[in-house]
């Protein structure tokens, strides 16, 4: 499938990582993938809508009951996708994913999909080593879940450990072996 015909989900948790999402949907974009943006509540407080729409050339969708999508955007958004990217994952997004959680648009599109998955985890060094977060983990690719990240380096809660999110290249290297 090439990438001018690749349509790709870009979920976005709220997480300071949430600004390397831009990055990241405007590379996807200007490679030819055809990106629809989703945000969590959480993730509009870190980045606009706006930034997104710009980048992906798409309105965003943030809501479970839009008019837009008179079949629901679960069902909508997910139709002949490629990959089910979200970047950053939060342990919330995690744990929603892994208990089959379905009370947001995120959540619900999740359970939706029957495309590949991959989670960029991004979250700070003691929510990554958490058990139940790691449980999370286990389950999420136990389900068939592809995990790149998170990687250690300096984190917004100024340390330095395991918990940043992979950069932009990273992550789209990981979408092409997976499309």
């Known amino acids: 499938m090439s990438s001018s015909t690749t349509k790709i989900v870009l979920g976005i948790a709220g997480g300071i990582a949430a600004y390397k999402a831009a990055d990241l949907c405007s ?5 030819g993938f055809q990106v629809q943006v989703v945000m969590t509540d959480g993730a509009m407080e870190f980045i606009g809508q706006s930034t997104l729409a ?10 479970s009951f839009d008019p837009r999508f008179p079949l629901g955007a679960h069902i909508e958004l997910v139709r002949d996708i490629a990959a089910f990217v979200v ?4 342990a919330s997004v995690l744990s929603s994913f892994a208990h089959g959680s379905a009370d947001d648009l995120l959540g619900t599109m999740y359970l939706q999909n029957t495309a590949p998955v991959l989670l960029a985890p991004a979250m700070s060094y003691a929510m990554w080593h958490q058990p139940s977060v790691q449980r999370n983990v286990t389950t999420l690719i136990n389900d068939g879940c592809q995990m790149i990240g ?3 380096g300096w984190l917004s809660c100024r340390v330095q450990g395991v918990g940043r999110m992979s950069e932009p290249t990273k992550i789209i290297e990981a979408i092409r ?3």
């Open 54 to 63: 710009a980048l992906s050339g798409r309105p965003v969708a943030t809501r």
């Open 150 to 152: 998170p990687e250690k």
């Open 87 to 90: 970047a950053p994952a939060t």
């Open 27 to 31: 590379k996807l974009a200007q490679a």
């Open 177 to 179: 072996a997976i499309v």
